[in-house]
């Protein structure tokens, strides 16, 4: 029992916290939710038309070319873009969120986590 | 790569993650090194592989942490700026290095954590009072299960959290990790945040830092789908059982196997920085 840290019961939660922290699962489990479901679409196309899989993950404009034409390295690849995509959605909920709660300060440093993450992603993908 | 390579690719990945999840430290840092290690792939295609499975393991896990009350979204913010900056800084670099540079300073990585393994204690926090000061309005409040009880904290030395976390940013993108490994004892030791909280607010933010590798890496066409395909999957599936098997088993009874593995890897990848191969390595 001296282990544990003692307890102070009148701390109540923070309920701008809880609406932020809401909005990120409900991104993340979407997120996920989505990029599972184009990796097994992108699966089950491998193994119907055993296409090539490249050595290099090609630009978006071309992965959605592979898409419209039913190739399974489009689903693929939109998987492991959807990944990389999520915490950045996170992040733009999290701005909406902190301004909507007139937390100006906290809207600011999730603003500029979101043009680090934005800039970094745009510069990749297109 | 044919199906036999992938499905031992895949099952490598399954192993980093339960070794890698028990210890605390995520995959990346054992999933990197085994894929360079054991299937000849170039360390710069590893880290981009591991920086996709470190997000998507973070997607994953952070949903988890939020919904238990473990992550400080405020605070992960705050480190978060400097932690991005490190992260573009160290991907870069990452790029651009002979790939030997990146073996070099990942062996030197993973004998800090071995031997970090035996020295890292973790340090309980006594409930902040309702009065303490908290001049950024971090104030985090969970409920521990184990124990029942509220657990209440206030983070402290807030830029020394921030500088560290800059570092600890620059060696994940340069070397694909989750940075765990560093977050986790910063915020513990330094910052006075309790341990599941560390580890909440860690998940959530090594996922945005391994979203800017990724794309570095995207941009250089360094992600490979053959490689990064069955590591996802690997490290999705590993991670899940290694969540378990830690709560089953005391993995500090297992320190020492964990400790000679991280040690003979780390040597290893010290080993191919200088052209030198140990025993069982490609």
């Given at each position: 029992?001296a282990d544990?840290?003692?307890?102070t019961?009148?701390?109540?939660?923070?309920?701008?916290?809880?609406?932020i922290?809401?909005?990120?699962?409900?991104?993340l489990?979407?997120g996920?939710?989505?990029?599972?479901?184009?990796?097994?679409?992108?699966?089950?196309l491998?193994v119907i038309?055993?296409d090539?899989v490249?050595s290099?993950l090609?630009?978006?404009?071309?992965l959605?070319?592979?898409?419209?034409?039913g190739?399974?390295?489009?689903?693929?690849?939109?998987s492991i873009?959807?990944?990389i995509?999520?915490?950045?959605?996170?992040?733009m909920v999290?701005?909406v969120?902190?301004?909507?709660l007139?937390?100006?300060?906290?809207?600011?440093?999730?603003?500029?986590?979101?043009?680090l993450?934005?800039?970094a992603?745009g510069?990749?993908?297109? | 790569m044919?199906?036999?390579?992938?499905?031992?690719?895949?099952?490598?990945?399954?192993l980093?993650?339960?070794?890698?999840?028990?210890?605390g430290?995520?995959g990346?840092?054992?999933l990197?090194?085994?894929?360079?290690?054991?299937?000849?792939?170039?360390?710069r295609?590893?880290?981009g592989?591991?920086?996709?499975a470190?997000?998507?393991?973070?997607?994953?896990?952070?949903?988890t942490h939020?919904?238990?009350?473990?992550?400080?979204?405020?605070?992960?913010?705050?480190?978060?700026v400097?932690?991005?900056l490190?992260a573009?800084?160290?991907a870069?670099?990452a790029?651009?290095?002979n790939?030997?540079?990146?073996?070099?300073?990942?062996?030197l990585?993973?004998?800090?954590?071995?031997?970090?393994?035996?020295?890292?204690r973790a340090?309980?926090?006594p409930?902040a009072?309702p009065?303490?000061?908290?001049?950024?309005?971090?104030r985090?409040?969970?409920?521990d299960?184990?124990?029942?009880?509220q657990?209440?904290?206030?983070?402290?030395?807030?830029?020394?959290?921030a500088?560290?976390?800059g570092?600890?940013?620059?060696?994940?993108?340069?070397?694909?990790?989750?940075g765990?490994?560093?977050t986790v004892?910063?915020?513990n030791?330094?910052?006075?945040?309790?341990?599941k909280?560390?580890?909440g607010?860690?998940q959530?933010?090594?996922?945005m830092?391994?979203v800017i590798?990724?794309t570095?890496?995207?941009?250089?066409?360094l992600?490979?789908?053959r490689?990064?395909?069955?590591a996802?999957?690997?490290?999705?599936?590993g991670?899940?059982?290694?969540?378990?098997?830690?709560r089953?088993?005391?993995?500090?009874?297992l320190?020492?196997?964990?400790f000679?593995?991280?040690?003979?890897?780390g040597?290893?990848?010290?080993?191919q920085?200088?052209?030198?191969t140990?025993?069982?390595?490609?």
């Amino acid at each position: 029992m001296a282990d544990h840290p003692p307890t102070t019961p009148d701390v109540p939660p923070d309920p701008a916290s809880a609406s932020i922290a809401h909005a990120a699962t409900s991104v993340l489990t979407w997120g996920f939710r989505l990029a599972a479901m184009l990796f097994v679409i992108g699966l089950g196309l491998l193994v119907i038309r055993d296409d090539p899989v490249p050595s290099s993950l090609a630009p978006l404009p071309e992965l959605l070319d592979d898409v419209g034409a039913g190739r399974a390295i489009g689903f693929l690849g939109l998987s492991i873009l959807t990944i990389i995509v999520t915490p950045l959605v996170t992040a733009m909920v999290a701005v909406v969120n902190f301004a909507r709660l007139y937390d100006r300060r906290y809207a600011v440093v999730a603003g500029v986590v979101l043009s680090l993450l934005g800039i970094a992603i745009g510069m990749a993908i297109f | 790569m044919d199906v036999s390579e992938v499905i031992l690719l895949g099952g490598t990945a399954v192993l980093a993650a339960i070794f890698g999840s028990m210890l605390g430290l995520g995959g990346g840092i054992i999933l990197v090194p085994a894929l360079t290690l054991f299937f000849g792939v170039d360390p710069r295609i590893a880290v981009g592989a591991s920086a996709v499975a470190v997000a998507l393991n973070s997607i994953v896990a952070s949903a988890t942490h939020i919904r238990s009350g473990f992550t400080n979204i405020r605070a992960a913010y705050v480190l978060q700026v400097t932690s991005l900056l490190g992260a573009f800084a160290g991907a870069s670099i990452a790029i651009w290095v002979n790939p030997r540079v990146i073996s070099l300073v990942f062996g030197l990585i993973m004998l800090y954590a071995a031997i970090t393994l035996f020295t890292n204690r973790a340090v309980a926090i006594p409930n902040a009072p309702p009065d303490a000061p908290d001049p950024f309005r971090l104030r985090g409040t969970y409920e521990d299960r184990l124990t029942g009880r509220q657990v209440t904290y206030v983070p402290r030395r807030v830029g020394l959290g921030a500088g560290v976390s800059g570092v600890g940013g620059a060696l994940s993108g340069m070397l694909g990790i989750g940075g765990g490994a560093i977050t986790v004892p910063l915020m513990n030791l330094a910052m006075r945040v309790p341990m599941k909280a560390a580890v909440g607010t860690s998940q959530f933010m090594v996922g945005m830092t391994a979203v800017i590798t990724a794309t570095v890496f995207y941009a250089e066409g360094l992600i490979d789908p053959r490689v990064v395909l069955p590591a996802m999957v690997g490290i999705y599936i590993g991670s899940n059982i290694g969540s378990q098997l830690t709560r089953r088993i005391d993995t500090q009874r297992l320190v020492v196997v964990f400790f000679v593995v991280m040690l003979y890897l780390g040597l290893s990848m010290l080993g191919q920085a200088f052209a030198i191969t140990l025993p069982w390595t490609a």
